[in-house]
């Protein structure tokens, strides 16, 4: 199974950027999807999930109201659509692959984007 995050940038504090994760060579709608970030010094953390049968969705408090995670089953993608984009929220972003909505064994990770928020 392969993750190609895109969609990283650089963009002003309270821009907007999409992120996108292809993935291929599973069934995709079998898997829960997930974005991670990983700021500079600082542990990767979860930030949004999607699960594979009702679509239901969960955020991390820092980005609840100003990002939307979505899944387009028959593109065998995943999206982040981030708004309002605070410096803070500069990180390298993860998509991430599970069954069963088991975020403590992920089972495969993309390579990560880079967004840097400037202020």
């Known amino acids: 199974v392969q993750l190609q995050a895109s969609g990283g940038g650089l963009v002003q504090a309270g821009g907007s950027l999409r992120l996108s994760c292809v993935v291929s060579?599973?069934?995709?709608?079998?898997?829960?999807m997930g974005w991670f970030r990983q700021a500079p010094g600082k542990e990767r953390a979860s930030v949004t999930a999607?699960?594979?049968?009702?679509?239901?969705?969960r955020y991390a408090d820092s980005v609840k109201g100003r990002f939307t995670i979505s899944r387009d089953n028959f593109k065998n993608t995943v999206y982040l659509q981030m708004n309002s984009l605070k410096p803070e929220d500069t990180a390298v972003y993860y998509c991430?692959?599970?069954?069963?909505?088991?975020?403590?064994?992920?089972?495969?990770w993309g390579q990560g984007t880079l967004v840097t928020v400037s202020s």
């Open positions: 060579g599973r069934t995709f709608s079998n898997y829960d």
């Open positions: 999607i699960s594979s049968n009702n679509g239901r969705t």
């Open positions: 991430a692959a599970t069954i069963g909505s088991n975020w403590r064994a992920v089972d495969y």
